[in-house]
């Protein structure tokens, strides 16, 4: 583990965040899977995508250089899905992701969010260890977002008195 790191600051996505938060989900979509067109309209159009439909992108920077980022897609009334987490790939297992991940419930509420749901692939270990230490809960699945998606989680931020850290 690279435990010796400095603690990320966590900021809202600004479009000088753009190029990052493309080529951070790039990296891992493309280590493990292929990019899809929901990928492209995402990463291509990110304010679009998430903040201008209510929902947000945080950014964790490292002296000043974007190290990871997190999307909040709002689907409806009170329900987020967590979408295009990425960590940089030298920083994995540094303890990053579980920050950022804490922040993005922690917005999640202030936006008024009851529910935050994740799709994902059960190939993403480490992924799913964090999500399941933050609380999500599998789920049925029934989504065909993504042709690589096998698993949903979901998270009821109304059981949630403190997120833990």
């Known amino acids: ?27 891992w979509i493309e280590e493990f899977f292929f990019v899809e067109d929901l990928d492209r309209r995402h990463l291509d159009h990110p304010r679009a995508s998430f903040i201008d439909t209510g929902g947000a992108i945080l950014v964790a920077e490292l002296d000043g250089t974007v190290v990871g980022c ?20 030298r920083l994995r297992g540094a303890g990053i992701g579980k920050i950022l991940l804490r922040e993005v419930i922690a917005h999640a509420t ?36 993504y042709e690589r998606g096998n698993i949903a989680l979901e998270l009821d931020l109304t059981a949630r008195s403190v997120v833990a850290g």
């Open 1 to 27: 583990m690279k435990n010796d790191i400095e603690q990320p600051r966590i900021v809202l996505f600004d479009d000088e965040h753009a190029d990052a938060f493309r080529a951070l989900n790039l990296d």
């Open 70 to 89: 997190c999307g909040l897609l709002r689907h409806e009334e009170g329900v987020y899905e967590v979408s295009k987490m990425a960590i940089e790939r």
């Open 110 to 145: 202030t936006l008024g969010a009851h529910r935050l749901t994740i799709l994902s692939n059960t190939v993403l270990e480490p992924a799913m260890r964090l999500y399941r230490s933050a609380g999500f809960r599998e789920v049925p699945f029934d989504s065909d977002a």
